[in-house]
């Protein structure tokens, strides 16, 4: 073999050597290379996350709290949810399964003030991204997501893998951490309020006296009224007039005063000096009488019934005392009269 | 020829007193292997069995000897093997060696100091021991450097001596000892939150959760409508969770049942909605204490008893460090007064827990 052969010979096997350890460089960086996401990976501190709502599967508000560990400027970061908080992450049935997830608001302290944006290509994970921050995150992270479907399953524990990654792809990261949560189920408080209408009657007999010419006869009688009907009641009362046998004593079909020595029978619901009989509407209700029967010494009595006291909405109770007067003159015949008057609230609910 | 014979006679001559001696020193020769007695009850006591550790104790621990000769040294030889020539076990040095205090059992209680000249062999002497040995013996060396093996046995060879430079051998036995791999017990605890809301749950145990509607009954005006919901909640979270409520007061289409937003005594004939985690109202008579062995308690507004209140977004119970599960209790109120429209009046409340870890 000539030299030159010889040396041809060395230097092919120096290139094989050269060959293979590139090769033996190039397989121990590429295994080396997932090393760093591993191990120089650190414990955010400090972490929670709160949820806007915890029902299942509704969608809602998610804010994560945290402390980075590290002062790597952050390109990226993802909240993952599982069902375990270590080992191979199973994803939560529902989280996120179509991930509609916005950003609430720019995030605070992660590093730039702008420019993050939400990323939802992962059904499952919450993901944010800023390829040009280049500042460091500072103090505690505030990172709030919206529109984020909970998990399916009522009262069910679930676990949110948090990572920080130094690239925007969420390859190498720089701090992880995890937290928990729960989903719960709703308490449904219910209470019934039944309609409620209270009418009452205090006599159920008035005594007007024994009448003359002279004087006038008076009395009174009072009811209690109240609902909670939306458009509060009415009372209406009807009854003839004043009767003895075939005699009668008309009616005063429109506000009068009482005048003696006339045939008068009549009523109103407020206070009055002619004669002194009667009381104003007394109560915490907002009930009122009915016009006609609510001026002082005017009476007014119609047979076919009429409306003599309201309220528009639910009302408290009130009081009401109606006042009954009866004149005669010289001709009246003699006799015991009498009438029963009948009232009827109606509630309008 | 003559000379020859005369060699041969002087020859012969010089066997039968040779013979002749070692017949008569041979009761001498059987009596000095007769004393080279095995040590008995020996042990060597590893302060711990790590190979490639420094700093390592070796107790030797052994029954009263049985020589009445006085010991002015003793050594043991650490050997890999018992057959052949002694290897020193890779890694085994006792160049540092000290004596941690003055032995037991080997005759006077002082004067006996280590010799660490010899790597394979740990070594005590005194020179002016003149003392019979007696009771157990005891000797403690510090600073030996185990062997590097993990798991590798291998030998100490006892040897006492009557001289103080490891000659003339007394008694004798051999230990087997072992260096072995350390076990690292490892487990991982991860972050846990157990929360639950229903209107039953046995215990604190949240697989048993059940119910999710209260029903106050009828309101009236001259009584109180009371019910009540349960929620059990646990954390390793480092600061402990805190549960907020979260809902609408009593609402009937367009009407409402006032909530008590502040906080209040029940009223009945007032309109009023609200809650509590008190253990004992009377006023209405509501609600029970919260059970479990965890740390939570009622928030400060919602823990009174006879005080009720409903604010949404408030923080009604929590734990400000790792609990064990609590139940708690919710009690709700509900007054009408006379002008209440009627009505199905509900809420839907929602119970949110968040752990700090």
């Known amino acids: 073999m000539t030299n030159g052969a010889k040396q041809h010979m060395l230097k092919t096997k120096n290139v094989v050597h050269l060959k293979r350890a590139t090769y033996i460089l190039l397989a121990a960086i590429s295994v080396l290379a997932y090393f760093p ?7 955010v501190t400090n972490r929670k996350v709160t949820m806007g709502s915890s029902v299942a599967g509704i969608n809602t508000t998610y804010q994560f709290i945290f402390t980075a560990a590290q002062s790597t400027a952050i390109k990226s970061a993802s909240f993952t949810a599982c069902t375990t908080a270590s080992g191979t992450c199973t994803p939560v049935v529902g989280f996120a399964d179509l991930n509609t997830s916005t950003l609430t608001a720019q995030p605070t302290n992660l590093g730039s003030a702008s ?10 994970s919450l993901r944010l991204k800023n390829t040009s921050n280049s500042t460091a995150p500072t103090g505690s992270q505030t990172v709030g997501f919206s529109n ?24 190498t990261a720089i701090d992880t951490g995890t937290v928990a949560a729960s989903t719960a189920g709703q308490i449904t408080v219910m ?150 008057v009948t009232y009827v609230a109606t509630a309008n609910f | 020829m003559k000379i020859i014979e005369n060699h041969k006679s002087k020859l012969r001559s010089i066997v039968y007193v040779l013979t002749a001696s070692l017949i008569g020193l041979s009761p001498f020769i059987s009596i000095s292997q007769a004393s080279a007695a095995q040590i008995t009850a020996r ?77 394979g062999s740990l070594r005590i002497l005194n020179a002016s021991n003149s003392t019979v040995p007696s009771g157990v013996v005891t000797v403690v060396w510090g600073g030996v450097h185990n062997p590097t093996a993990t798991n590798a046995t291998f030998y100490g060879v006892i040897t006492t001596y009557s001289d103080s430079a490891w000659t003339t051998a ?9 260096t072995s791999a350390q076990i690292q017990v490892a487990l991982t605890v991860d972050e846990t939150l157990t929360f639950c809301t229903g209107t039953s749950i046995t215990g604190e145990d949240c697989a048993t959760v059940a119910g999710n509607i209260v029903n106050l009954g009828k309101g009236s005006t001259t009584a109180t409508a009371t019910g009540t919901s349960v929620m059990a909640a646990s954390t390793n979270g480092s600061t402990g969770y805190s549960v907020t409520v979260n809902g609408t007061t009593l609402t009937s289409g367009s009407n409402t049942i006032a909530a008590l937003s502040t906080g209040g005594a029940s009223t009945v004939n007032n309109q009023q909605f609200g809650l509590n985690l008190a253990s004992a109202n009377t006023t209405p008579v509501i609600g029970s204490a919260k059970t479990g062995t965890g740390t939570a308690s009622a928030a400060t507004n919602y823990g009174t008893n ?3 209140r409903f604010a949404t977004g408030e923080t009604v119970a929590s734990a400000s460090g790792p609990t064990n599960a609590n139940k708690f209790t919710i009690g709700y109120i509900a007054n009408i007064n006379g002008i209440t429209p009627p009505g199905l009046y509900s809420t839907i409340l929602t119970y949110v827990a968040t752990a700090n870890f």
């Open chain 1, 37 to 43: 996401t591993v191990v120089s990976a650190s414990q």
């Open chain 1, 115 to 124: 420019g993050w944006t939400v990323d939802v290509s992962t059904v499952g």
């Open chain 1, 148 to 171: 984020v479907k909970n998990p399916t399953a009522t009262n069910s524990t679930f676990f949110i893998r948090i990572a920080t990654f130094s690239d925007d792809t969420y390859t």
């Open chain 1, 191 to 340: 209470a019934s309020v039944d309609e409620a209408l209270t009418f009452t009657l205090a006599n159920t007999a008035v005594d007007l006296g024994k009448l003359s010419i002279s004087s006038t006869g008076a009395g009174t009688s009072a009811m209690t009224v109240a609902t909670n009907a939306s458009t509060g009641y009415s009372v209406n009362y009807s009854g003839s007039t004043l009767t003895s046998g075939l005699n009668t004593i008309p009616a005063l079909s429109s506000p009068t005063a009482s005048v003696q020595n006339s045939k008068q029978f009549g009523i109103n619901l407020v206070s009055n000096t002619t004669p002194a009989v009667g009381s104003n509407v007394s109560g915490t209700g907002s009930g009122t009488v009915a016009t006609g029967y609510n001026t002082a010494n005017q009476f007014k009595f119609i047979p076919a019934g009429e409306v003599i006291a309201s309220a528009s909405v639910p009302t408290n109770s009130n009081v009401f005392t109606t006042s009954y007067i009866a004149n005669i003159d010289g001709v009246t015949a003699a006799g015991a009269y009498s009438t029963v």
């Open chain 2, 43 to 119: 042990s060597v006591v590893l302060s711990t069995s790590v190979g490639d550790t420094s700093g390592v104790t070796y107790t030797l621990n052994t029954a009263a000897l049985p020589t009445s000769t006085a010991v002015k040294s003793l050594e043991i030889k650490f050997c890999s093997s018992l057959t052949g020539a002694c290897t020193t076990p890779a890694g085994f040095l006792a160049s540092s060696s000290t004596l941690s205090s003055q032995p037991t059992g080997l005759g006077s209680a002082s004067g006996w100091t280590v010799n660490a000249a010899t790597p």
């Open chain 2, 170 to 178: 007394i008694d004798s036995g051999t230990v087997a000892l072992s």
């Open chain 2, 306 to 308: 006879n005080t009720f």
